[in-house]
């Protein structure tokens, strides 16, 4: 976590007040709230939802330069994005024990007659709202370091981003072309396995092992010829649309609109969610099956058109008839 420097010239109350000042910039503390008392949760945060999609290389380098007063602007201009992200996850962390005093005597409810405890619904409400908001702020930090790669050579070069690059599709907004996930970054992370999963069942058999390793590597190095751009056209849609179909049985999903977005809830909620859903969820799964294997089918009619501009495709045992069909023989 970025918040607290030890500042020698500082005393230890006036480096937590600034650390206190940087957390109001984004969350919603009160006067009496001590650093040391959201620093544990700042601390939990961190690790297990910032330092996954920054990467150990580049948390180490922040790490460096954090208690530099020269501190290069990469970093300075990085360290807002972990900052906000850091401090809702924090929050959300720290609700339900802001509510609570544990004693020898027990666990109580902080309450007079002056301030009484808010509704069980008001403290889920503020925890789905700073959870939107901390999820946000990831997105908005990937979509930083993907725009400025080049300052960043710790994170593009780490497996946080080249797990991205082994893909036919490497980012959200490409994702987004083909199939709507509301540009969210941290979706299209976690699609990430139910994508391979796609590639290496349906695109790999479309392919077969020649053709589809020859692809890959030139995707990998992006060194991609001409002949191989006209195969990414029916590949990349193809893969948006049957990775979507088929996240529905990794992930618990809600609707926005038409689109399918990651949800917030979990649990026994999700699961009452998901199960009215049900139906909803299956037709969409079906029509994104559906044009995803459209495109498919488009990809073998072109590479049975265009066979000889093709010498990795394996000898088809399909052909095509006067109306445009693939038919075995």
Same mark, same amino acid.
């Given at each position: 976590?970025?918040?607290?420097?030890?500042? %020698?010239?500082?005393? #230890?109350?006036?480096?937590?007040?600034?650390?206190?000042?940087?957390?109001?910039?984004?969350?919603?503390?009160?006067?009496?709230?001590?650093?040391?008392?959201?620093?544990?949760?700042?601390?939990?945060?961190?690790?297990?939802?910032?330092? +996954?999609?920054?990467?150990?290389?580049?948390?180490?380098?922040?790490? !460096?330069?954090?208690?530099?007063? &020269?501190? +290069?602007?990469?970093? /300075?201009?990085?360290?807002?994005?972990?900052?906000?992200?850091?401090?809702?996850?924090?929050? =959300?962390?720290?609700?339900?024990?802001?509510?609570?005093?544990?004693?020898?005597?027990?666990?109580?409810?902080?309450?007079?007659?002056?301030?009484?405890?808010?509704?069980r619904y008001q403290i889920q409400d503020l925890i789905n709202s700073h959870t939107e908001q901390a999820w946000f702020a990831i997105d908005e930090l990937l979509k930083f370091l993907e725009e400025n790669q080049r300052d960043y050579p710790e994170w593009a070069t780490s497996e946080s981003s080249i797990v991205l690059k082994s893909s036919f599709i490497q980012t959200a907004t490409e994702f987004g072309k083909y199939a709507d996930i509301q540009n969210s970054r941290r979706l299209f992370y976690a699609l990430?396995?139910?994508?391979?999963?796609? #590639? #290496?069942?349906?695109?790999?058999?479309?392919?077969?092992?020649?053709?589809?390793?020859?692809?890959?590597?030139?995707? /990998?190095?992006?060194?991609?010829?001409?002949?191989?751009?006209?195969?990414?056209?029916?590949?990349?849609?193809? =893969?948006?649309?049957?990775?979507?179909?088929?996240?529905?049985?990794?992930?618990?999903?809600?609707?926005?609109?038409?689109?399918?977005?990651?949800?917030?809830?979990?649990?026994?909620?999700?699961?009452?969610?998901? #199960?009215?859903?049900? /139906?909803?969820?299956?037709?969409? !799964?079906?029509?994104?099956?559906?044009?995803?294997?459209?495109?498919? &089918?488009?990809?073998?009619?072109?590479?049975?058109?265009?066979? %000889?501009?093709?010498?990795?495709?394996?000898?088809?045992?399909?052909?095509?008839?006067? &109306?445009?069909?693939?038919?075995?023989?």
């Open positions: 976590m970025f918040f607290k420097k030890n500042t %020698p010239q500082k005393s #230890e109350q006036e480096r937590e007040q600034d650390a206190l000042d940087i957390l109001k910039k984004y969350i919603p503390l009160n006067e009496t709230t001590s650093f040391k008392t959201i620093s544990i949760f700042l601390n939990t945060a961190y690790r297990k939802y910032i330092l +996954p999609y920054l990467s150990v290389p580049l948390a180490s380098k922040v790490e !460096k330069h954090w208690e530099k007063s &020269n501190m +290069p602007n990469n970093i /300075q201009n990085l360290l807002p994005y972990i900052q906000e992200a850091n401090a809702h996850f924090a929050f =959300v962390l720290f609700i339900p024990s802001a509510q609570l005093k544990v004693s020898d005597a027990g666990i109580h409810r902080v309450e007079d007659s002056n301030q009484l405890t808010a509704y990430k396995p139910t994508m391979n999963r796609v #590639e #290496e069942t349906f695109v790999h058999a479309a392919l077969g092992e020649l053709l589809y390793n020859k692809l890959k590597e030139e995707v /990998q190095k992006d060194r991609i010829v001409s002949r191989m751009e006209k195969l990414l056209e029916f590949i990349k849609p193809a =893969v948006a649309l049957l990775t979507l179909a088929n996240s529905s049985t990794d992930l618990v999903i809600e609707w926005y609109g038409k689109s399918l977005v990651p949800t917030s809830y979990s649990g026994e909620k999700a699961s009452q969610k998901a #199960e009215l859903q049900m /139906q909803l969820i299956q037709n969409w !799964k079906n029509e994104k099956e559906n044009a995803g294997m459209m495109y498919l &089918n488009r990809l073998k009619k072109y590479l049975m058109q265009y066979a %000889p501009l093709y010498p990795e495709y394996p000898i088809p045992t399909e052909k095509i008839n006067n &109306n445009g069909a693939i038919f075995s023989f």
